[in-house]
């Protein structure tokens, strides 16, 4: 038993270890940014030969960091290796503009290549199309796509939109689903670069059109991410009409990455803040945040997160948690919103205004500032309230020169405003130009602790009844039961009489 149980053990280790080198002759080691971009063009291949697109998701998951790491030369390189020898896609990539402009700071820097490496070229076979021999269409456009990243990072906005839109007509023209994801990162960096031009409005019909074609192909990724674009582009030209439109037409996709859920979630906050639907927007950031992620990876996402849900918070009346504004990478961040937050609280106008002229660029820049604005009657809310608690007669003059209103006239009109929705508990006396504040009176020097205690007897007392009537059996029940119990054995002596007639008749039918 001991001898077949280490065979099996020994068989098992050699089938891992078979495994294990197959994995690695499919995934070599990564040495240089250049072998991580071919390595990248080698799971391309692996992904649409075997139609699984989570080797493309690796693949995009790490752009943010390959992003840092291109220059002209990795790029070169990259290209020469890429493509076969003689290829017209490939040397049409080189000697386009997109690449030749791309500032060549580390052109003199040698590559670091290890003397006993092997070389790229007989490590990195890059898959190639069987009809055209050449590369395939997915990893052209992976390698159009690094382009676009590089003169985006480069300051060359416009270069980078333009080849962006010629990469998109490109994969319109080959349609291949195993592009999907491919697609939604060239569609977002397109947006990208228009935006960074101040012209991300021109893209809204080639959106719309794209939207309702991923939709017809039930392209979920890519519909989401266009649908998200085009939402940023409408809350961006303040189209809040058009955008609650869209998003009432529209169904987000459900399967998709938590990156576009919570872009979706954001977007729809701003909207809903914007048409003073402030509790759903409250309940949408916090959903956002807490599916956001993490701190060190996109601070400023968090950031801007966190800014509107203070405003939005306010907004319901609510005044924000203190330990917001205490975390590491809030902290310089929310120092505007906190001056605001500090004069809501108090009820103080002066603050309140000087704060907002303080930091109004950086409301501006949040897109933030029309919400502020809104904040400014909840301040006078709560100062009209400190006043009538300080002072139980006080001009509307000196009332005015409190809140620094315009004039003694628009006073007026808010304190009465006040009064009629319940905020503060007073008079005014427009003969005399003043605001009397009602003395609360005691109140067990009024009839409401016995109203009170009535109520209660009253509740205690029908749920007495209640109860009881509750425990009432009904008349003559238990007649009914032996009635039941009577016709019971009545069936079952009837039952026994057939069992017996039919067990005579069988014993008859065995005699003949």
């Known amino acids: 038993m001991s001898t077949e149980v280490s065979k099996e053990s020994e068989k098992k280790e050699e089938e891992s270890k078979i495994e294990e080198d197959k994995e690695k002759a499919v995934e070599p080691v990564v040495q240089t940014v250049e072998d991580e971009i071919l390595a990248h063009l080698v799971m391309i291949g692996r992904a649409v030969s075997t139609t699984e697109p989570r080797f493309t998701l690796r693949i995009l998951r790490t752009l943010t960091t390959l992003r840092k790491k291109l220059t002209k030369p990795v790029l070169r390189f990259a290209l020469d290796q890429a493509f076969p020898k003689g290829s017209k896609t490939g040397q049409t990539l080189i000697a386009s503009s997109i690449f030749q402009d791309l500032p060549s700071k580390d052109e003199g820097e040698s590559m670091e290549v290890d003397a006993d490496a092997t070389p790229v070229s007989k490590k990195y076979s890059p898959p190639t199309d069987g009809a055209t021999s050449d590369l395939l269409p997915e990893g052209v456009v992976y390698l159009r796509l690094l382009l676009i990243l590089a003169n985006l990072d480069a300051g060359k906005s416009k270069e980078a939109g333009e080849f962006a839109l010629e990469t998109t007509e490109l994969i319109t023209q080959a349609n291949r689903r195993t592009m999907d994801q491919l697609a939604s990162k060239v569609y977002f960096y397109l947006a990208r670069a228009y935006e960074l031009q101040g012209r991300l409005t021109e893209l809204q019909p080639l959106l719309l059109a794209t939207r309702q074609t991923a939709s017809l192909r039930k392209d979920e990724t890519l519909e989401a991410t266009v649908l998200n674009l085009l939402i940023r582009s409408y809350l961006a030209q303040h189209q809040y009409d058009q955008a609650d439109r869209l998003v009432a037409r529209v169904t987000f996709p459900t399967n998709v990455n938590q990156a576009q859920s919570v872009r979706y979630m954001f977007y729809l906050a701003r909207l809903r803040a914007v048409q003073l639907n402030y509790a759903s927007a409250s309940?949408?950031?916090?959903?956002?945040?807490?599916?956001?992620?993490?701190?060190?990876?996109?601070?400023?996402?968090?950031?801007?997160?966190?800014?509107?849900?203070?405003?939005?918070?306010?907004?319901?009346?609510?005044?924000?948690?203190?330990?917001?504004?205490?975390?590491?990478?809030?902290?310089?961040?929310?120092?505007?919103?906190?001056?605001?937050?500090?004069?809501?609280?108090?009820?103080?106008?002066?603050?309140?205004?000087?704060?907002?002229?303080?930091y109004e660029s950086t409301f501006n820049a949040d897109s933030t500032h029309f919400l502020i604005l809104r904040l400014r009657h909840f301040v006078i809310k709560t100062a009209l309230r400190s006043i009538t608690l300080a002072y139980s007669r006080i001009s509307l003059a000196d009332v005015c020169v409190k809140l620094h209103l315009d004039s003694e006239e628009d006073t007026e009109y808010i304190v009465a405003k006040a009064i009629k929705d319940g905020v503060i508990d007073a008079t005014i006396d427009h003969a005399g130009g003043y605001m009397q504040s009602r003395i609360a009176k005691d109140v067990y020097e009024t009839d409401a602790p016995q109203l009170e205690f009535n109520r209660r007897v009253g509740t205690c007392t029908q749920l007495y009844n209640e109860t009881v009537r509750a425990m009432r059996y009904p008349p003559n029940a238990h007649r009914r039961e032996l009635e039941s119990a009577a016709d019971a054995r009545e069936r079952d002596r009837e039952y026994a009489q057939l069992v017996q007639e039919s067990e005579d008749a069988g014993d008859d039918l065995d005699d003949l």
């Open 283 to 358: 309940t949408l950031l916090n959903n956002a945040i807490r599916r956001a992620p993490k701190d060190e990876v996109a601070p400023g996402f968090v950031q801007i997160l966190h800014k509107y849900l203070i405003v939005v918070t306010l907004l319901t009346g609510v005044i924000p948690d203190r330990t917001i504004f205490r975390k590491p990478v809030l902290k310089q961040a929310l120092v505007p919103y906190f001056q605001i937050v500090q004069a809501v609280r108090v009820g103080d106008m002066t603050a309140f205004q000087k704060a907002f002229s303080t």
